[in-house]
């Protein structure tokens, strides 16, 4: 079953957090880039200490960054118990200062 999601709803925040996920993510795809397209799931994750509605976002069993937490429970309403597959881009700025450095996970339909 297809599920129908806004793309106003897929507002990925954190990605500072998982600085290292993504710099690996992105050093993996041998294009010599700061970017890299693919494909992310997001789901539920019902143990999340801080956030009841808590949706991870993960590009190859590594999280990259969480859904806004002011959207989360709408998106949670249409996705239930499922895991979803969303295209994806994530980028960072390849400042070798760690105070300059800036990363962003993209989600579209």
């Keep these: 079953m297809k599920v129908e999601i806004p793309q106003d709803l897929l507002v990925v925040v954190g990605a500072r957090h998982y600085a290292a996920n993504?710099?690996?993510?992105?050093?993996?795809?041998?294009?010599?880039?700061?970017?890299?397209?693919?494909?992310?799931?997001?789901?539920?994750?019902?143990?999340?200490?801080?956030?009841?509605?808590?949706?991870?976002?993960?590009?190859?069993?590594?999280?990259?960054?969480?859904?806004?937490?002011?959207?989360?429970?709408?998106?949670?309403?249409?996705?239930?118990?499922?895991?979803?597959e969303l295209s994806c881009t994530l980028l960072w700025n390849g400042d070798p200062e760690e105070d300059y450095c800036m990363y962003t996970v993209q989600l579209f339909i």
Excluded at 26 to 34: A, F, H, Q, V
Excluded at 66 to 82: T, V, W
């Design 22 to 84: 993504i710099k690996f993510l992105i050093s993996t795809d041998d294009k010599n880039s700061l970017k890299r397209d693919g494909t992310a799931t997001i789901f539920h994750e019902k143990e999340n200490q801080f956030d009841k509605n808590a949706i991870a976002v993960e590009v190859d069993k590594k999280i990259v960054g969480y859904i806004s937490k002011f959207h989360s429970a709408q998106l949670l309403n249409l996705i239930g118990d499922r895991k979803v």
